[in-house]
Structure formats: structure tokens, C-alpha cells
């Protein structure tokens, strides 16, 4: 019984050390106001382009689109970037070039949210979408997007994006190393 009593008090005498641990650990960081516009202006930005999208008004759209969120001396980032002139105008000339009507397997909804972070001037938004492999199966795929925001714009865009989603247009020029 005295044993039994002795082991009990041992372990309560855990407890104000465990829960003063838990009580110092940091709280997770809150984004700041600045952070939360920018985050937001990402997702405006992705809202637009799904919108044009499912309407068939992608190459109407476009320019709208371009004006409204990128700056005019957008950069872009991803191999094979355009090689005629400014980033801005190409994103425009290959938004105009996607064919009204139905999409593509897979492109045809817009991408799940897996996550969205702010930091500063940067945001990364990391979408999934379902879509068919080269044996047709279809499969999830990760879209990995950043953006440097500057003036209430997307100044510069980072991205990856899977062999099965897209390949680089067609006036692509390779990105200098």
C-alpha cells in the first residue's frame, strides 16, 4: 500500500513540470495584417482564373485578370519562361491561347487547398489536383505556387508543376542559369 502511495505522489509530482511546459511552449505565430492581405490576394487571384475558366472566358478574361493582379513588371520564374516580351504580357498571351469549352480532366474544378503561408512579402499556396496518368488512372498531383507581393500586386511567381498538367508554351525560351 505504502508503495502504491509513493508511486502516485511520484507521478503528480510530474504534473506542475508538465504543465508549466506546456504553458511556456510559443503559440503558434499569427499572421500579421499585411500577411493576411497578401494571402488573400493569391487566392483572389487563383478565384479569377478558376472563374474564366469554368466560364469559357479565359482568353477575354485575361487581360482583365492581368491588370487587376499581376504588377507590370511581373516576373516569372518557371523553366521555360517567355521569351517575347514581359512576363505580365505573356501570362496574357497564354491565358488568351486556352481553348473556350470544356477542360481538361482534372482542370475542370478548382485545385484543393492544401496550404496557404504568409510570410512578409511572400505567400505559398499548395494546391492538389485529381488527374489522369499516362496510363489514364486518375491520381492526385501537387502544385507547389510562391509570389514576392509588392504595391498590392503579384511582383514575382515561383512555381512547380507536374508533367501531367502542363508543359511550357509554346514561344518558351530556357530559363537562364
Known sequence: MMVAKKRAGVRLAWLPLLAGMALSAPAPAANTPAE???ENLVVDFYR????ANAAGTM???????AERYLSPDYIQHREGGSAIGTAREAFIRNAKAVPAG???PGMNQPARRVALMADGDRVILVTSRDVPDASGRIRPVFLFNM???AGGKLAEHWDAIPAQIGSPPPDARPMPR
Open 147 to 149: 509570389f514576392r507581393i
Open 48 to 51: 479569377a482564373l478558376d472563374a
Open 102 to 104: 470544356p477542360l481538361p
Open 36 to 38: 493576411i492581405v497578401n
Open 59 to 65: 482568353a477575354q478574361q485575361a487581360r482583365h485578370i
